[in-house]
């Protein structure tokens, strides 16, 4: 038997939860919340090109989050030794070399033509949801963190959204990923 106390106890933590996973926001809000959690969640550090600062690279902001510029053509990757060092990425920290091959960050600005400017909110959280384009098209390469990102309740990943569809379009139309070298197969004779 519950005595009073826990029945009290257990509808507030019930209260808390209804009212984590489905916040009532305005639109205001609802974008500051995005804004927020574009800003502590690291999309600047790979979608915003970096840029040599007084104290080490940081984000180009008149870039803000247009992804890999297309004027940035870069040459073959580096090819590692063999070792513990994994993956090579660009001073932009915009495109990146691994076992995936290269990728290139994604235009988040709402740009129609290369950025989400054409997206729906339910594009957004299915891409997410499931580690593939628009839910459905080619699977999202590394570094993209989809299993972190893929945690975020729906109000959360709506409001990022909600965000991203109101910062400045930059026409920038990023590059496809390259896919990996094929391996050297060595045949002994
Ligand atoms: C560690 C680097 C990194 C971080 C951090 C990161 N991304 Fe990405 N993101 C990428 C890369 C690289 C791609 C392109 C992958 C590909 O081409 O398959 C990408 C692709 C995407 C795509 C897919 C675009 C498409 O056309 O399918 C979306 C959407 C996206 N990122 C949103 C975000 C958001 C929102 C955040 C922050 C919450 C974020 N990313 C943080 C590296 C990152």
Redesign the pocket.
């Known amino acids: 038997m519950k005595t009073a106390k826990q029945l009290l106890l257990s509808a507030a933590i019930a209260a808390g939860v209804a009212n984590f996973t489905t916040p009532a926001l305005s639109d205001a809000d609802q974008v500051a919340r995005g804004k927020y959690?574009?800003t502590t969640?690291?999309?600047h550090?790979?979608?915003t090109p970096f840029k040599p600062g007084l104290n080490g690279a940081e984000p180009d902001m008149s870039r803000m989050l247009s992804?890999h510029p297309q004027d940035l053509v870069m040459p073959p990757a580096p090819v590692l030794p063999d070792g513990p060092w994994l993956v090579t990425s660009s001073a932009t920290?915009?495109a990146?070399s691994g076992p995936w091959g290269v990728?290139?960050?994604?235009n988040?600005t709402p740009d129609p033509e290369t950025g989400?400017g054409r997206w729906t909110v339910r594009n957004?959280k299915d891409?997410?949801r499931s580690g593939?384009?628009?839910g459905r098209?080619?699977?999202?390469?590394?570094?993209?963190?989809i299993p972190v990102?893929s945690n975020?309740i729906d109000a959360d990943l709506e409001a990022?959204f909600s965000y991203?569809q109101t910062i400045p379009p930059i026409s920038n139309r990023?590059p496809?990923?390259l896919p990996p070298p094929v391996q050297a197969v060595s045949v002994t004779p």
């Open positions: 959690l574009v969640s690291g999309c550090d790979c979608h992804g920290n915009t990146w990728s290139f960050t994604a988040l989400l957004f891409t997410i593939r384009h628009l098209g080619r699977p999202i390469l590394p570094p993209m963190p990102y975020f990022i991203l990023v496809e990923p």
